[in-house]
């Protein structure tokens, strides 16, 4: 009984034994490796193909290398386009350079800082759509332009069919703020559903000609916001318009000429339509209203600017004046 008991004592010191060194083998391993060990592990696997940095292994075992505009993923082992807003302009990266300030990229995978620009992105529209100007792509909507850009509003049924309605084919330039302005509807007016009854007057309506040191623009009124055009757009009046009007002011606030063409009823007063066109109680007093009743009368390119008008007239009283002394004193 005491030989039998001493050899189970014996076995089980052995045991004992054993699970201290198996316990003591696993200790020494885990100590072998931090944190950052582990987290090297997937590189060490990759470098072990014999690959560069930059370069990923191909199924033969040899190496490509990741080419400008494309990254190495070493995480799945293939080159990646680089993210929006980021670029890489030399072979073999192992990541993107971001863009500075906050320029942007139109698309993924660009391959110089030349591709980090102001961009203007396409707004999401109702019963219409945008395409570029040169080119007559269609944009879809969040989709990135170049900032300053020509782009086109087409206005479409619901057959997708491109629709004749004021705002059609109308060209605007693109900023970096056209997003930010409502344009849920702009094809729809919200405050007219149905048919709308109109006047066959044709005219250049909601839209502005603007002057400021020597520069001119024209800037349209939509859904509660403006965009730069390329020109004022056509439209024909409604059934209680009858005339085409154009009101020239001085913005005293932005310090510029203005002039507003618009459709207009013949029996509202110069001072109505002054401020309807957007001038102050200050500005009205030289506001100056030009009537008109046949189709296009209120051409932009035919109206001169207030400042303009007062300097030729100016000009043709000092004339005047001069040739009257010259008369009487021969």
């Known amino acids: 009984y005491i030989t039998n008991n001493l050899s189970m ?16 083998s696993i200790l020494s391993v885990s100590l072998q490796f931090d944190g950052d060990d582990f987290e090297n592990a997937d590189v060490e696997d990759v470098n072990t193909s014999g690959c560069d940095a930059g370069h990923v292994p191909n199924a033969d075992t040899t190496c ?32 993107c350079t971001k863009c500075p ?9 660009s391959t110089s800082a030349d591709k980090c620009v102001d961009v203007c992105e396409i707004p999401a529209t109702m019963n219409s759509y945008y395409e570029k100007v040169a080119t007559n792509e269609l944009l879809e909507a969040n989709q990135r332009v170049v900032a300053g850009e020509q782009i086109i509003l087409q206005c479409i049924d619901n057959d997708h069919r491109v629709v004749k309605t004021e705002f059609s ?23 007219e559903p149905g048919e709308v009854n109109r006047s066959g007057m044709i005219c250049y309506d909601s839209c502005y000609k603007e002057t400021s040191g020597g520069k001119t623009r024209f800037v349209k009124l939509v859904g509660g916001g403006t965009v730069i055009v390329e ?37 509202l007063f110069d001072t109505e339509i002054c401020k309807s066109s957007g001038a102050t109680e200050e500005e009205v007093e030289g506001c100056e209203v030009q009537r008109c009743s046949t189709e296009r009368c209120n051409d932009p390119e035919l109206v ?20 009257l002394i010259n008369l009487m004193w021969s």
């Not at 439209?235 to 207009?264: L, W």
């Open 9 to 24: 004592q014996g076995e089980l010191k052995l045991s004992q034994r054993l699970l201290l060194a198996l316990f003591l």
């Open 64 to 95: 490509q290398g990741c080419y400008q505009g494309l990254y190495a993923d070493l995480s799945i082992q293939q080159c990646l386009e680089c993210p929006l807003n980021t670029y890489s302009d030399k072979d073999a990266n192992v990541k």
């Open 101 to 109: 300030g906050d320029k942007k990229t139109i698309q993924q995978g």
């Open 169 to 191: 084919h109308l060209i605007v330039r693109c900023t970096a703020t056209f997003k930010t302005i409502t344009l849920p509807n702009t094809c729809v007016n919200d405050n």
């Open 231 to 267: 020109s004022c757009p056509l439209v024909e009046c409604k059934a209680n318009e009858d005339e085409c009007v154009s009101v020239s002011y001085t913005d005293t606030f932005r310090d510029m000429e203005r002039v507003h063409f618009s459709c207009q009823q013949s029996a």
């Open 304 to 323: 001169t600017t207030t400042s303009s008008s007062r300097k030729v007239s100016a000009t043709l009283l000092l004339a005047v004046s001069c040739t």
